[in-house]
T-cell receptor
Framework: NAGVTQTPKFQVLKTGQSMTLQCAQD?????MYWYRQDPGMGLRLIYY???????DKGEVPNGYNVSRLNKREFSLRLESAAPSQTSVYFC???????????FGPGTRLTVT | GDSVTQMEGPVTLSEEAFLTINCTYT??????LFWYVQYPGEGLQLLLK?????DKGSNKGFEATYRKETTSFHLEKGSVQVSDSAVYFC???????????FGKGTTLSVSS
């Protein structure tokens, strides 16, 4: 049981480049989330997916898009990376909304 | 809107000292409350939770009680160990039940 996995672990991009962060969970959870973590800011929700086939914006969605590919996978795409998107990105999942969330190990992204 | 306020860190303690990390919240309705822990270089792990007023969550010697009258969920441990050194996050479910709202985190450093 791997739980929540994320790829890649580290990534460096130049301003304007695009990339997709991958997330998968093997716990048969319905809900999945993308957060970013910045120093002194805690975690902030970017997008979430309450169930397969649905996605919704969170607190800081600008500059990002998401795809809920199937029940297991939820990807986050940066179409044109900016230095302000330098952060650590965490994917999480939960059986249902309102229940505890399980987090992946994170992706550390640097945009130069 | 809903929010979580944690005590500023870092908190520096000697091994076997008593730990309190304060957490207060503002919320509409009756959120579930959580403490998560993040060890260096890792994702967040659920430490404990409480889903209704007066519930006490406990795990690995840590405890927190859901106090509706004081809107608090303080984390306590009677005797900390060096291995408890980490960042601790208080969180609650938002009013819509769609995501967690996190505090900014409190860094705990325990020395032997």
């Amino acid at each position: 049981n791997a739980g929540v996995t994320q790829t890649p672990k580290f990534q460096v991009l130049k301003t304007g480049q695009s990339m997709t962060l991958q997330c998968a969970q093997d716990m048969n959870h319905n809900s999945m989330y993308w957060y970013r973590q910045d120093p002194g800011m805690g975690l902030r929700l970017i997008y979430y997916s309450a169930s397969e086939g649905t996605t919704d914006k969170g607190e800081v969605p600008n500059g990002y898009n998401v795809s809920r590919l199937n029940k297991r996978e939820f990807s986050l795409r940066l179409e044109s990376a900016a230095p302000s998107q330098t952060s650590v990105y965490f994917c999480a999942s939960s059986e249902k909304m309102r229940l505890e969330q399980y987090f992946g190990p994170g992706t550390r992204l640097t945009v130069t | 809107g809903d929010s979580v306020t944690q005590m500023e860190g870092p908190v520096t303690l000697s091994e076997e000292a008593f730990l309190t990390i304060n957490c207060t919240y503002t919320a509409t309705g009756y959120p579930s409350l959580f403490w998560y822990v993040q060890y260096p270089g890792e994702g967040l792990q659920l430490l404990l939770k409480a889903t209704k007023a007066d519930d006490k969550g406990s795990n690995k010697g840590f405890e927190a009680t859901y106090r509706k009258e004081t809107t608090s969920f303080h984390l306590e441990k009677g005797s900390v160990q060096v291995s408890d050194s980490a960042v601790y996050f208080c969180a609650l479910t938002n009013q819509a039940g769609t995501a967690l709202i996190f505090g900014k985190g409190t860094t705990l450093s325990v020395s032997s």
